[in-house]
């Protein structure tokens, strides 16, 4: 797409399809309102983009958060003022936690209807007149509000270069009804399709420089470990920090966002750490004592909320493309770093010159990789049906290359703890983590990806926020399996209440209740499966085409292990399988309390 796309008739509306036709993924997800009316019907008469409608703003938001997850595309949505704006917020602080980049583009009243031309300050001037930008301002990198064409070109093209740079994420841009309806220029066509010019958060830094940091760091390490985060999968170099720990004989490790991008079966890879992490994955940290972070904001769902109970005898350096990431640990001399982008990580680590004297190490990894307990034996009664077994099950029946997308409560750790290495690609909103994204992302990703089998698991309660969009799954026969984990109740909350409310279980279990899935199929004219024992799954509910599959799970079922309050992030529940647990080469107290070791972060 170029400048010869202009022409004397078209429009704002016009100049935001094409720009979205040379820089974004040409599917727009939408609501239709008032205030964007006349941008929607753009989108409908470019002979390149298109919109699918969704029955929820919220939806839009997630589906475009999935846009970028499997295409490398700026996934876009297009919502009206007012209420359609707000109901974004939640699939755009999605995007900002997790790093994805989106455009949402609003509407907005006419400017001459604004409260800002009447010398008021009232509430609210034009219909459903919201200041949507003051309100995303700290869930955003970019939110404004144009009044020109020749603003909004500008607003355009910086918009999505300031959202793929640096830490990436969601961004903004609030167009007025008059904006969209004003003649653009030749010259803003110009300018939406010209490079922006977006200052290096970083600045200009040598790869050798960093190298040696981190070379220095790991001298005279013994037992060092590597953790691959989220932001390596975003950067595209996992696989180059996976085969340089491979060929340096370091074990390593993922947080959840890292570990769809690695080839889970390589010997090297040890799982995934944290509260509901592996057991092993949580031990190899616990025995570490160099470790190197690469991409992970090791937030408090990897290093509990007591961070004295994470690796409190190694020392470890962070390696972040965001400063303030590596700043938060200033008050812990354990800590160290650099913020650097990781998509240069390829020469950093080929100017690290390190070896150690592997073998002890690796021998007492894989002697504990061999011994230690899953834990998910003890998340259901002997003979209940155990969600873990469901996971691995189905599992079995997908096909390669699968793209499968998760919500978030238990449903979600019951996936991510038990998924065995494969080709899949597992995703999640990991940091907002909000109940009834998996669906309407999953809805993306298969508009994204038509030729990708897609599966969608969620809880009941997940299913509930976001039902509608079954709706949007059925107007486009997209061919997704939804497989719902049915245990009647919010099982996380739940066992949270186990550990702190004396299971008094208000408002997850007592007063919640949940429809009859399979009227619910039915009325979407949705083919329905109830399982309600691992040996019933099939592999045809798993064949391509839309269909919903509930998964029956006992309302007490668990998620196991757990790393508990006031516990080491290694001492996980349930305790009485701990027997297969190799010794720990520090001498561990009992508590994380009673460590003679730095208390802060």
Request: with cysteine; proline share 5%; charged share 20%.
């Amino acid at each position: 797409m170029n400048a010869h796309v202009w022409a004397s008739h078209k429009t704002g509306s016009d100049l935001i399809a094409d720009f979205i036709a040379a820089r974004c993924h040409e599917n727009v997800f939408v609501v239709n309102g008032g205030a964007c009316v006349f941008m929607i019907d753009a989108l409908g008469r470019n002979e390149t983009t298109d919109y699918v409608c969704v029955q929820h703003e919220q939806a839009a938001a997630m589906s475009a958060d999935a846009i970028w997850r499997t295409t490398g595309k700026i996934g876009v949505t297009m919502v009206t003022s007012g209420p359609g704006a707000t109901n974004l917020v939640t699939g755009i602080a999605s995007s900002w936690f997790d790093s994805i980049p989106a455009l949402h583009i609003t509407g907005q009243v006419n400017d001459r209807e604004s409260k800002t031309t009447i010398g008021a300050d009232v509430r609210q001037a034009g219909f459903q007149e919201t200041d949507i930008v003051a309100m995303v301002s700290t869930i955003t990198k970019m939110a404004v509000k144009v009044s020109t064409t020749a603003e909004l070109a500008i607003a355009l093209r910086d918009a999505v270069a300031i959202a793929t740079s640096g830490r990436m994420g969601p961004v903004v841009v609030d167009v007025p009804m008059n904006v969209q309806q004003d003649p653009v220029s030749e010259q803003d066509y110009l300018t939406a399709l010209s490079e922006a010019d977006v200052e290096p958060a970083l600045g200009e830094i040598d790869a050798r420089e960093i190298g040696l940091q981190i070379q220095g760091f790991l001298a005279n390490a013994q037992r060092p470990l590597v953790i691959m985060g989220g932001g390596l999968g975003l950067a595209g170099t996992a696989k180059v920090a996976q085969d340089w720990c491979e060929a340096h004989g370091i074990p390593y490790i993922a947080s959840w966002a890292g570990l769809t991008y690695l080839d889970r079966s390589l010997p090297g890879y040890q799982g995934s750490q944290g509260v509901y992490g592996s057991r092993h994955a949580n031990w190899s940290v616990q025995g570490a004592d160099k470790i190197l972070s690469l991409g992970s904001r090791l937030d408090n769902r990897q290093r509990t909320g007591n961070p004295r109970a994470y690796a409190p005898f190694a020392d470890i350096f962070v390696v972040d493309v965001d400063a303030e990431e590596i700043r938060k640990f200033h008050a812990n001399p354990r800590y160290t770093g650099r913020a650097f982008d990781l998509s240069d990580l390829a020469p950093v680590l080929a100017s690290v010159s390190f070896s150690y004297d592997s073998e002890p190490w690796l021998d007492l990894v894989l002697a504990d990789k061999g011994s230690n307990s899953s834990g998910w034996e003890a998340s259901v009664e002997p003979g209940e049906f155990n969600p873990y077994d469901a996971v691995q099950e189905f599992q079995k029946y997908l096909p390669d290359g699968s793209i499968v997308v998760s919500d978030t409560g238990a449903n979600l750790c019951w996936l991510f703890q038990a998924y065995a290495a494969d080709d899949s690609y597992l995703f999640t909103s990991g940091g907002n983590s909000p109940m009834g994204y998996s669906l309407p992302a999953a809805i993306g990703a298969q508009i994204a990806r038509p030729e990708k089998p897609v599966v969608c698991v969620i809880g009941d309660g997940g299913l509930q926020m976001n039902i509608q969009e079954l709706q949007t799954a059925v107007n486009y026969e997209l061919p997704i399996t939804i497989v719902v984990f049915n245990n009647s109740g919010y099982g996380i909350i739940k066992q949270f209440q186990d550990s702190n409310t004396n299971s008094r279980y208000h408002a997850s279990g007592e007063g919640y209740s949940t429809p009859d899935l399979q009227k619910i199929a039915a009325a979407y004219g949705i083919p329905f499966s109830r399982v309600t024992a691992v040996e019933d799954i099939e592999p045809d509910m798993f064949e391509r085409g839309l269909k919903l599959v509930e998964f029956v799970i006992p309302q007490q079922a668990l998620i196991t292990p757990k790393v508990e309050g006031g516990r080491f992030i290694h001492d996980q529940f349930p305790y009485t399988t701990q027997s297969g647990q190799q010794p720990l080469p520090f001498d561990y107290p009992s508590s994380p309390s009673d460590l003679v070791v730095s208390s802060a972060l």
